[in-house]
């Protein structure tokens, strides 16, 4: 990318909010069902039904608006988007449009230069989702299902604050934890319950005035994002070094081909009519209830992470890393409990080997096959030099694999520690008489065959011996 | 006429309606007619005046987040037009 | 019994408790004289007449059993706008013709709840848009008094229904006069009441923030019992208010003695037939001789409230109206070759004139550029002329006029004026803009025409209006005058 050129990005987020039940109607929100069988009258826009607001929708967006330094809005007002679509059964959106339920909020990224990057939230409101359209095997129709049709979303719109790709990346994740540990969405990108529209524009480096921007649509993971964002810049900035202009218009990302087109059809008579939806008064939001909002707010992230390196003293990202997901930083916090080990010792170990299974088997934190108590129990054996770190793996496999405890593993296995300076002593003074020559050329000052003679002691004790005392008393019987 | 056949072609369009020659004519005379009409409206002083979207002064009821509803399909199909495995059919929807 | 018929739903009642006939002889009754007489009017859509026997007969041995509701065994009709399951509910449109609702709005499962049988469905303007019947698909209503006369509309198969004895009360909707200016032309009574206090639930939407549901009857008595039983709170319905409702009955029988009489000076203007006019102040004169009081209010933007009205009522119509696609359910055009084709030609070939007409005034006046200039402006103007309501109400208990500016006029009269249509509505209008309750009562007949005493209230204002009509009624003949073809 030439640098001559600077990218703007704003996004607009929807996230699909956790309810049993639809935004205006007591119909389900499963995601899988049979087409159309979560649908009803309401869902469906039969003539003479009516919406009525689900409360539990208010207390998410103002949950939301409370996590991100937001304001709620006291009152806010539906609004109806009108456009004709298949999908659309009424022929016109519910939303919000000129007061919304959430405004001016704010949230912090890391930037390219590892410095933290504020990122302005103009927004989040209330609106239905649209049902789907279905293209295969149906010949020349489309076939309708509404079952996703009336599930809550809580639009997020940005600022147009973000520089880069990378940035609309951690910004889009920032938002995805937030949601996650709020408990207001499930962030399932696969099931379309969290994707985001980005607006990117170009502009010379240094000027003011925003470019002519295109929408993208519909991203529904973090890496097509990226790639969208990538490919869409590329095009502006070519088609403006070319002497051509940007449209304002609506693109299509195509993960095969790898390019973004245009959506005519989207553009066609773009006039949404926009007016306050007779059908709902205006949403009162009292202090009371938020303060009761805000007296259930879970810690977030950017708070817990900063108590992890205070209470905990992790190095690096350590702290970073185990509070990016809020069910990882409660086991994190679950070992912790049970142990008296240092605490970057559970660390390396949540972050490390267990990590490391979960991403080998395709699993969540949710889906664990060692609970929080087993890893403490692996952790204090390792504390209490009952066994070394590396025999450790051996037995965090062996209780992967579902052999039981770490104590049941070290005694149906015999992995337990030898620390009795006696049998160490023994075994070193069997491998120094079995290797003359070497103690020689060690005592001639090869220092580093010290190495040698440590691996040909753990050998003897099939790795149980303690490796710090292995070492000081090979030093001390070479030496004299 | 306040409204041109080209604006009616507009609106029409936008509310998705298919009107005849004979129906172009008559709605340019008559839209144009109630247009002329309800242009009354501008005389009045409506400074500072808050618009009025609804005729009581209360606040949205919140019904709790419970499911009332299991399925009905197969009745609320019964009034559709064209059906195919639970499906609503329309004419192949190109993007 | 010889005139079942002729009687108030009160004397039905009393005939039905006293044993003197039973509901499956007072239904059948009334629908040996539907069969015979609607030919001449085209007041019915659909005549339930299997389902209305079987619950006459429910009725019948409800009473047996000693179990009575308000209203059991006493027969109404629903204007076809109210979504009633198992059966056709067209509200007058090509695009519903073949639309079986499968659920019951509030309203109709409410008055069967009170044991009402419900003989059929009413006749109306398509979507209740049109104040003379006209614009229905299944062709117009005409007036008992004189068949080449228009009931009124929307709701003018109801009007004309209670109006020839075919039953003593049909229900209504009223969006800006549709039940009481059909009520005025018809020599019936049509009450509707404030905004919120009858659910919208399943009664097919024309203008959410105007539309409110009510009741034609003959005497004001009848309508507190029916209005008794359909208004009330509705989980369903975001807009109806929880608020107690009062027993309508229970004072009605009360002196209006000190009652203070509002009268709008613009409403007794040129606009006005001179004689309409005349009948409407000898019908005051008779509600000062029961101790009320006049007092000259002013409304000074009530003459803005039509424009107002065509700003805001198409544009709720055009989007209430999007639903009907041809996709779920109603009319879908044939052999659509795309999309575009399937919405244009299963919306131009299902709505009629004046539907389209509304849907692309409501279009326009929403559109990118005249937003402004229109909706908003129509909403602030709205809020003046509902203010203005407020103040007069500080003065005064009910405000009286005429209901419409005329009697009935011939069909076809109008039917080319898009204008003169709507003017017929100029003094029922405010009352929908405003979410105020009104009430038409019959004061009289201009050659031999009906006309009407139009009374608003302020909110929540309908035990008033009820009271205030029934005194009249007790000192008037004229809601007891039956149309000389339907005796």
Redesign the interface.
């Known amino acids: 990318m030439s640098a001559a050129w600077e990218v703007v990005i704003g996004l607009e987020i929807h996230a699909q909010l956790a309810?049993?039940?639809k935004i205006f109607?007591?119909?389900?929100t499963a995601y899988g069902a049979?087409?159309?069988?979560?649908?009803?009258?309401v869902d469906?826009?039969?003539?003479?039904?009516?919406?009525?607001?689900?409360?539990?929708?208010?207390r998410m967006a103002t949950m939301f608006g409370l996590a991100i330094g937001a304001t709620v809005a006291r009152r806010s007002?539906?609004a109806?988007k009108?456009y004709?679509y298949?999908d659309l059964?009424?022929?016109?959106q519910i939303s919000q449009l000129e007061l919304p339920i959430v405004e001016h909020g704010e949230l912090f990224i890391t930037d390219a230069n590892g410095n933290e990057k504020r990122i302005g939230v103009t927004r989040a409101h209330l609106e239905e989702d649209a049902g789907k359209?279905?293209?295969e095997g149906?010949d020349?129709?489309?076939?309708?299902?509404?079952n996703r049709a009336g599930t809550p979303l809580l639009e997020i719109v940005s600022e147009p604050d973000l520089r880069s790709a990378k940035e609309a990346v951690a910004y889009m994740k920032k938002i995805h934890t937030i949601v996650r540990y709020l408990g207001i969405s499930d962030g399932n990108m696969q099931e379309g319950s969290f994707r985001c529209d980005a607006n990117v524009s170009v502009r010379p480096m240094g000027q003011e005035e925003l470019g002519t921007r295109a929408e993208l649509k519909n991203l529904n993971s973090f890496r097509y994002i990226e790639k969208a964002i990538n490919i869409e810049v590329e095009r502006q900035i070519d088609l403006i070094e070319d002497g051509g202009k940007v449209v304002q218009e609506t693109r299509?990302y195509d993960s095969d081909r790898d390019e973004t087109r245009s959506?005519r059809?989207k553009e066609e008579?773009n006039?949404y009519?926009?007016?306050?939806d007779?059908?709902?008064?205006?949403?009162?939001i009292s202090e009371e209830f938020i303060e009761a909002v805000r007296a259930t707010m879970p810690e977030l992230p950017a708070a817990k992470e900063a108590r992890f390196v205070d209470e905990y003293s992790l190095k690096g990202d350590d702290a970073g890393i185990l509070t990016a997901s809020r069910p990882l930083a409660d086991y994190f916090e679950a070992v912790i409990a049970a142990t008296d080990a240092p605490s970057q010792i559970a660390a390396n170990w949540v972050i490390g080997d267990l990590a490391g299974a979960l991403n080998r088997d395709g699993l969540d934190i949710e889906d664990v096959k060692i609970s929080a108590d087993e890893l403490a129990g692996l952790v204090n054996r390792i504390h209490d030099n009952t066994i070394s770190g590396k025999i450790a793996k051996q037995v965090f496999e062996a209780m992967w694999e579902g052999e039981g405890s770490a104590d049941d593993v070290i005694e149906a296995r015999g992995l337990k520690q030898i620390t009795d300076s006696s049998a160490i002593e023994a075994v070193v003074d069997k491998v120094i008489a079995d290797n003359p020559g070497q103690v020689a050329e060690y005592q001639a000052g090869k220092d580093k065959l010290i190495g040698f003679f440590v691996g040909k002691v753990m050998q003897e004790t099939k790795g149980q011996a303690n490796p710090g005392q292995v070492n000081q008393i090979l030093k001390d019987k070479l030496q004299s | 006429m306040s409204l041109d056949k080209e604006q009616v072609h507009?609106i029409a369009?936008?509310a998705?309606l298919k009107l005849s020659d004979a129906e172009y004519a008559e709605s340019v005379e008559k839209l144009s007619r109630i247009v002329d009409f309800v242009d009354q409206l501008s005389q009045a002083d409506t400074t500072g005046v808050v618009p009025m979207?609804?005729p009581?002064d209360?606040?949205?009821?919140?019904?709790?987040?419970?499911?009332?509803?299991t399925?009905?399909?197969d009745r609320?199909?019964e009034n559709a037009p064209?059906v195919?495995?639970?499906?609503?059919?329309?004419?192949?929807?190109?993007? | 019994m010889m005139d079942m018929h002729l009687q108030t739903m009160t004397e039905l009642a009393a005939g039905l408790e006293k044993g003197d006939f039973s509901s499956v002889e007072l239904t059948q009754t009334l629908l040996d004289r539907v069969a015979a007489l609607d030919d001449r009017l085209n007041a019915f859509v659909t005549v339930t007449a299997a389902e209305a026997l079987l619950a006459a007969a429910r009725a019948d041995a409800a009473r047996a059993a000693g179990n009575v509701g308000a209203l059991n065994g006493l027969p109404i009709i629903h204007k076809d706008i109210?979504?009633t399951r198992g059966v056709k509910?067209t509200?007058g449109s090509k695009m519903?013709n073949n639309?079986i609702?499968?659920?019951d709005?509030t309203v109709v499962e409410k008055l069967a709840a009170a044991g009402a049988v419900v003989l059929g469905k009413s006749n109306m303007d398509e979507f209740a848009m049109g104040s003379s019947n006209e614009t229905s698909f299944f062709g117009p209503v005409r007036n008992p008094w004189d068949l080449e006369c228009s009931p009124g509309g929307s709701s003018g198969g109801s009007s004309a229904s209670v109006a020839a004895r075919f039953a003593p009360a049909a229900t209504g909707t009223d969006t800006g006069g549709s039940i009481r200016q059909p009520a005025a032309l018809t020599g019936t009574v049509g009450i509707k009441p404030t905004y919120g206090r009858v659910s919208?639930?399943?009664?097919?939407?024309f203008?959410?923030?105007l539309d409110q549901a009510g009741v034609i009857t003959r005497s004001s008595e009848d309508a507190a019992r029916v209005l008794g039983v359909m208004a009330g709170f509705d989980?369903?319905?975001?807009?109806s208010i929880d608020h107690p409702v009062p027993d309508y009955l229970a004072t009605i029988g009360d002196s209006i003695k000190g009652l203070r009489v509002g009268i709008v000076r613009q409403h007794f203007d040129a606009g006005l037939d001179e004689q309409t006019g005349a009948r409407v102040k000898a019908a005051i004169a008779v509600i000062e001789s029961l101790g009320a009081t006049t007092v000259e209010v002013d409304l000074p933007n009530i003459d803005l409230s039509v424009p107002t009205y065509y700003v805001v009522a198409p544009?709720?119509c055009?989007?209430n109206?999007?639903?009907?696609?041809g996709?779920?359910?109603g009319h879908r055009a044939e052999n659509a070759e795309d999309?575009l084709d399937l919405?244009c030609r299963s919306r131009g070939e299902g709505f009629g004139d004046e539907v389209k007409r509304r849907i692309m005034t409501g279009?326009y006046v929403?559109?990118?550029g005249y937003?402004d200039a229109y909706?908003l402006k129509a909403q602030q103007v709205r809020q003046l002329i509902a203010d203005d309501f407020k103040k007069a109400f500080a003065d005064v208990d009910v405000i009286a006029g005429p209901t419409a500016p005329s009697p009935a006029f011939k069909l076809g009269d109008k039917v080319d004026d898009p204008i003169q249509m709507y003017l017929n509505d100029i003094y029922t209008i405010g009352a929908n803009l405003a979410g105020l309750p009104a009430i038409s009562v019959p004061c009289g007949f201009v050659n031999d025409m009906p006309v009407g005493l139009h009374l608003v209230g302020p909110h929540f204002g309908e035990e008033v209006l009820l009271r205030c009509g029934h005194q009249y009624q007790q000192q008037t003949e004229w809601h007891k005058a039956c149309p000389e073809a339907f005796q």
């Open positions: 309810t049993k039940s109607s007591g119909s389900p049979e087409p159309n069988t979560q649908a009803n009258l469906l826009g039969y003539p003479g039904v009516l919406p009525v607001l689900n409360k539990e929708v208010v007002v539906f109806r009108n004709f298949p059964p009424k022929g016109y359209s279905i293209h149906l020349a129709s489309s076939g309708i299902d509404l299509l959506m059809s008579a006039d009519r926009y007016f306050p007779p059908d709902l008064l205006p949403v009162e | 507009h369009l936008l998705r979207a609804h009581l209360a606040a949205q009821r919140l019904r709790p987040d419970v499911v009332t509803e399925d009905n399909r609320y199909q064209a195919v495995d639970g499906l609503y059919l329309v004419p192949k929807v190109i993007e | 109210f979504c509910t509200c519903l639309f609702s499968p659920y709005a919208r639930y399943g009664m097919i939407a203008a959410s923030s989980e369903r319905d975001s807009t544009a709720e055009s989007s109206l999007s639903r009907f696609d996709v779920r359910f999309l919405y279009a929403l559109s990118a937003y909706y």
